[in-house]
Nanobody, 122 residues
């Protein structure tokens, strides 16, 4: 069974930076897309950034130019570098991984982490 674990959240002042990490563990699998989503109180979960196994990336308009997603395929790890943080970025950030098990390679399984809180004070 694959597990997804995020870390790196915290409290930061507006204009500051944080770096989130996402580690995927388990056995006999590969990862297609990895991504970060966020959810703030009273709002739906929204996409922040995605990266494919070929390292192409997609960003929400609200974070373009401020956030950078990256990954290490060998380590099954992804990061989200967040710069110029704004109070509106306050949310629980979730990592997700689209996984293929070697035994059933045509099937894609989506796993989510437990989330990490990011709070940006004004």
């Amino acid at each position: 069974q694959v597990q997804v674990v995020e870390s790196g959240g915290g409290l930061v002042q507006a204009g500051g930076s944080l770096r989130l990490s996402c580690s995927v563990s388990g056995s006999s699998f590969s990862i297609d897309t990895m991504g970060w989503y966020r959810q703030s109180p009273g709002k739906q979960r929204e996409l922040v950034a995605l990266t494919t196994s070929g390292s192409s990336t997609t960003y929400a308009e609200s974070v373009k130019g401020r956030f950078t997603i990256s990954r290490d395929n060998a380590e099954n790890t992804a990061w989200l570098q967040m710069n110029s943080l704004e109070p509106e970025d306050t949310a629980v950030y979730y990592c997700t991984a689209a996984v293929r098990y070697y035994s059933t390679y045509t099937q894609v399984h989506n796993y989510w982490g437990q989330g990490t809180q990011v709070t940006v004070s004004s």
